[in-house]
């Protein structure tokens, strides 16, 4: 059975539709980015994570946010080449979304009503929020701004 949520969909980083389904994966790793975050330096565990699993069947899909603070205020290019040029990012990187409030992305919609945070709560957070999804949509788990991106190798491997 195919889940819908493969079909929703994105724009990339330079502007070319896709949806998750282009991306033949066993697990992805859902992240709403920013440049300018104390969170910003897991760009580098991700990449690393990224860099490990992708042989095996991990994508890890970046969607930079100015939701929080304004902390992605830059253009999408200078995003790209900002991730790039700092942290050695290879991994796909999206165009910029909202995650909150009535114009978030259908996919961030979709995946908070699958993964609900602490105490039932739909919103996110802050940047840096993870979303694992594996099993071909049926586990998405919902991993805070705080986890390190180094610390779900285990779970990941579970998946793949």
């Not at 502007?15 to 992240?31: C, E, H, S």
């Not at 992605?72 to 942290?87: G, K, L, M, T």
């Amino acid at each position: 059975m195919h889940d819908a949520l493969f079909d929703l969909p994105c724009t990339t980083i330079d502007g070319q539709l896709r949806t998750l389904a282009d991306y033949p994966a066993k697990v992805l790793l859902i992240v709403n980015t920013a440049s300018q975050c104390g969170f910003t330096p897991q760009y580098k565990g991700l990449e690393q994570l990224w860099r490990t699993y992708r042989d095996r069947g991990l994508v890890v899909l970046g969607f930079p946010c100015d939701q929080f603070g304004g902390q992605e205020p830059d253009s999408e290019s200078e995003i790209a080449a900002f991730c790039e040029r700092r942290f050695g990012v290879s991994f796909p990187l999206f165009a910029k979304v909202e995650v909150n409030g009535g114009e978030a992305h259908p996919l961030f919609v979709e995946l908070k009503k699958r993964a609900p945070g602490l105490l039932g709560s739909k919103a996110i957070k802050w940047n840096f929020t993870k979303f694992l999804v594996a099993d071909g949509g049926r586990t998405v788990r919902r991993y805070s701004s705080r986890t390190p991106p180094e610390t779900l190798g285990a779970v990941i491997e579970q998946y793949l």
